[in-house]
């Protein structure tokens, strides 16, 4: 069964410092890994996508890694600020179907001045 | 300004009526979705749509309706025979899947359904 778990379900961390949230997946064939952010209230916002020959992608201060092999894949934000607080969500595409977004549950990142 | 609007952004609706959720798009994209959001999990697609006067059922079909007779608008009806409707739901859109490829999504603010 294709499946996308995330972990944590929730993370505190102080403003400026660093923090990795991991994704999990179990989607196959794979066609590509993205990362949502989620602010409360709104609709989801792309932070990267990556295809099966990307193991690394960066946005700002978001760097998003993928490991095919061992179907891994983790968010990492560098100096954190108050305005990162939100869901993150890890979304794998199914590359034999067109519309398959098999989506995670997201990991609630609060962020503490 | 170039993005994908809902309306309203809250809707409150006694058990046993019918509620149409509004989705707009100016993006100039062929294919649009409908999502439900709850608590805890991840989002679950409802209908969706590649071009005008074509739509699919997505994993949670049952108890709504959908209609795309215009690009730009892909409005969801949300029915008395849906169990539990009270929910968060997101439309999108993307550049059409036509050839097989999965393309980014771009997603309105929410319209969030409450039924009592």
């Known amino acids: 069964k294709n499946q996308v778990e995330q972990s944590p379900q929730s993370l505190i961390i102080l403003e400026g410092k660093n923090c990795t949230l991991q994704c999990n997946y179990t989607v196959s064939p794979f066609s590509n890994l993205r990362w949502y952010k989620q602010d409360t209230g709104r609709g989801p916002v792309s932070l990267t996508i990556m295809t099966f020959s990307e193991n690394t992608k960066s946005n700002g201060r978001y760097t998003a890694t993928l490991d095919a092999d061992t179907k891994q894949s983790s968010l990492h934000i560098t100096a954190s600020q108050l305005s990162d607080s939100a869901s993150y969500i890890c979304v794998v595409s199914a590359r034999k179907s067109n519309y398959q977004l098999i989506w995670g549950a997201g990991t609630k990142l609060i962020i503490k001045p | 300004d170039g993005g994908i609007t809902q309306s309203p952004k809250y809707l409150f609706r006694k058990e046993g009526q019918n509620v149409t959720l509004s989705c707009e798009q100016n993006l100039n994209h062929d294919a649009m979705y409908w999502y439900r959001q709850d608590p805890g999990q991840g989002l679950r697609l409802i209908y969706y749509?590649?071009?005008?006067?074509?739509?699919q059922k997505g994993d949670i079909a049952e108890g709504y309706s959908v209609s795309r007779e215009k690009k730009e608008s892909f409005p969801l009806t949300v029915t008395s025979a849906q169990k539990n409707p009270t929910a968060f739901y997101l439309c999108?859109?993307?550049?059409?899947?036509?050839?097989?490829?999965?393309?980014?999504?771009?997603f309105g603010p929410g319209t969030r359904l409450t039924v009592t």
């Open positions: 749509s590649q071009i005008v006067n074509d739509f």
């Open positions: 999108a859109s993307s550049i059409s899947s036509g050839d097989g490829q999965s393309y980014e999504q771009y």
